[in-house]
């Protein structure tokens, strides 16, 4: 069952109007879509989303508000030609829930999880780009190491790097994540390769640079008085949206409405331990 998380706090910061449009643009499952489509008489949601497969069940989880909504296959990257083909200028109001959802990470055959022997896919989009096969398989050592450190802050990224290569060719998620462990042994509670497979995956999936395209691109399809709502699970993206936001309200463009990270509350957690690295931002153009 997908439970979107911080839902309360979405819908206050996007002040839902019944006549509004609005775009989530991580729609994944529906659950976010279908809440704020719940709310609508004459208004849209645009549900946009790089991984077909999960839109086709959001379909479904949102069929009893089909009329309100509109799904396109779309990465953040092609936010402005999606919106351009459909005809909308400007949203009362974007969301953003960053990373890959649950459904996705317990997916065996996308190779995102530690739990199952699984082909090194990792792509959000499975019919086009890399695997992560592809990429520890034919990058350099240097390459791999430094992609590593950039997009999981991994430690002993050179060590890990220099064990793939001596590894070489690895084909599954448990081939790969008893590499890393022999490289890195635990040291905390999680996986010696947790952070390695996210960093993989965001490598994979170009994430720093489709959120730098979000970034760049929101401002421009919200409205004066709507709000930007992004909600990060990493560090990493956390900063980048965080320092985003700071330079559209230096600009004059925009008005911080969160001053500091809106975080699940206990009981959310309890109900829904994968909610417990959320960190939502919330900023209204002006």
Request: charged share 25%; glycine share 6%.
């Amino acid at each position: 069952m997908h439970v979107p998380v911080l839902v309360r706090e979405v819908l206050e910061h996007l002040a839902v109007r019944p006549d509004g449009i609005y775009l989530d643009v991580s729609a994944g499952l529906g659950g976010h879509t279908a809440a704020i489509a719940q709310r609508l008489t004459t208004g849209l949601v645009i549900a946009t989303d790089r991984d077909g497969e999960s839109l086709e069940i959001a379909r479904q989880n949102t069929a009893a508000w089909a009329d309100r909504i509109w799904f396109r296959k779309a990465a953040f990257s092609e936010l402005r030609t999606t919106l351009a083909e459909l005809g909308i200028q400007k949203a009362h109001g974007l969301l953003a829930d960053l990373g890959a959802s649950r459904a996705q990470l317990l997916s065996p055959e996308r190779g995102l999880s530690l739990s199952a022997d699984s082909p090194l896919d990792m792509r959000f989009d499975r019919t086009t780009g890399l695997t992560a096969g592809d990429l520890i398989n034919t990058r350099s050592e240097k390459e791999i190491a430094d992609s590593l450190f950039r997009f999981g802050e991994v430690r002993r990224a050179k060590k890990i790097a220099s064990s793939i290569m001596a590894a070489r060719p690895i084909r599954t998620t448990l081939h790969l994540a008893s590499v890393v462990a022999r490289a890195a042994p635990r040291t905390t509670r999680l996986h010696p390769a947790t952070q390695t497979f996210m960093a993989l995956r965001r490598w994979v999936n170009q994430e720093d640079q489709e959120l730098s395209a979000l970034l760049e691109s929101a401002p421009e399809l919200v409205a004066g008085a709507g709000c930007i709502v992004i909600i990060a699970f990493h560090s990493l993206e956390s900063r980048l949206v965080k320092e985003s936001f700071r330079s559209l309200v230096r600009q004059g463009r925009a008005r911080l409405v969160t001053k500091h990270v809106v975080a699940p509350s206990a009981e959310e957690v309890r109900s829904n331990p994968a909610s417990r690295s959320a960190q939502l931002r919330a900023l209204e153009m002006k």
